[in-house]
């Protein structure tokens, strides 16, 4: 990840207690020791992260101890050094990789705490300048990103340029299946950096004709941030999909307008529907939730084209999981 800009801390790999102590000795005081290898995932959650090591007796006896604990479920294993760098501040970034949407820059709130407080963006690659700062603005905990319990503001230039870096990486090694470096310490200074990373390598996605293109800002922009949504089907049935959807989104707060389509044109939970697409607005509508029957579907989606939506979210069954009658609707559907 250096090569492509991505602040790394200083570190040694070595095979033993006595090694790493003299590693220790190299980088300079206090350090902290890892137990690592192919196999291992989060060292944290099994204890095999020594932190404040402050000379080498220390090293040496807290190395011994990570190899004590290394299974036979981990393979060949080995001891990690580098510097202690604290910071009371801690991100997470990464890569994801997905078979519709391709490539992905995450950033987040990091550390142990990064799966509980869930404040995470996505952009997809490659970035540009402006993503990897709207990234960095699009944070829910801005205060963190502030001056902090006496550290200085983030500096968010370092930090978009870590961004971009995971981006190029993604660009450049299409056998890299995923990256998370958590935590991304923010150092005192107010500069990011990576003390640690899982790189997950996999053979390149080869295949061909089966991937749509890829979609546009503005298609992934209409799917996760529309400005307007409509609910096909909307339903009075609390048990039906289109009364669900509905209900969703109108009680997550979502701010903009919504319609809805229902054969008897229906009040639907305050939202006066429409029987025909053809009575909405035009260019007022970005994502459709399609709650309908398969067999309506074609039509209704050429319909909400007309009327300028971008995306849809289909609920609709009848689909891959009805046979190979169901998959040739689906692939019909996708190639609309």
Do not use: W
């Not at 790999?13 to 102590?21: L, R, S, T, W, Y």
């Not at 206090?30 to 095999?48: F, M, S, Y």
């Not at 006496?150 to 870096?165: F, Y």
Request: aromatic share 4%; hydrophobic share 50%; proline share 5%.
């Amino acid at each position: 990840m250096r090569e492509f800009g991505v602040p790394m801390a200083a570190e040694r790999e070595v095979a033993d207690a006595a090694a790493a102590a003299t590693a220790a000795g190299e980088l300079g005081f206090p350090v902290v020791v890892k137990l690592c290898g192919d196999a291992i995932a989060h060292k944290t959650e099994r204890g095999l992260v020594k932190l404040r090591l402050a000379d080498a007796a220390a090293v040496a006896a807290a190395g011994a101890e990570l190899l004590g604990k290394a299974t036979l479920a981990d393979g060949e294993v080995s001891l990690l050094v580098a510097p202690m760098i604290s910071g009371n501040r801690e991100l997470i970034a990464g890569v994801v990789r997905d078979p519709q949407f391709g490539a992905n820059v995450m950033l987040g709130v990091g550390g142990v705490l990064a799966e509980a407080i869930a404040d995470v963006v996505f952009r997809p690659v490659p970035l540009s300048a402006i993503d990897a700062q709207e990234m960095i603005d699009g944070l829910a905990t801005q205060q963190l990103l502030g001056e902090f319990r006496g550290e200085a503001a983030v500096n968010r230039t370092a930090l978009a340029q870590v961004l971009l870096g995971l981006s190029a990486l993604a660009a450049a090694r299409p056998d890299v299946a995923s990256v998370d470096v958590n935590p991304l310490i923010v150092r005192a200074d107010g500069e990011p950096v990576a003390v640690d990373a899982l790189v997950e390598i996999g053979d390149p996605d080869v295949r061909s004709g089966s991937h749509r293109p890829r979609p546009t800002d503005a298609q992934f922009r209409a799917l996760f941030e529309p400005k307007g949504v409509l609910v096909t089907g909307a339903s009075t049935h609390p048990g039906k999909f289109g009364f669900v959807s509905l209900h969703n989104i109108l009680a997550s707060g979502y701010e903009g307008a919504v319609f809805g389509t229902n054969l008897q044109g229906e009040e639907v939970l305050g939202i006066r529907t429409v029987a025909e697409i053809e009575a909405l607005p035009e260019g007022a509508i970005d994502l459709v939730f399609v709650c309908t029957p398969a067999s309506a579907n074609p039509a209704m989606l050429r319909a909400c084209a007309a009327k300028g939506v971008k995306a849809a979210f289909l609920t609709s069954a009848g689909y891959g999981e009805a046979g190979e009658e169901g998959r040739r609707a689906e692939a019909d559907l996708v190639a609309l």
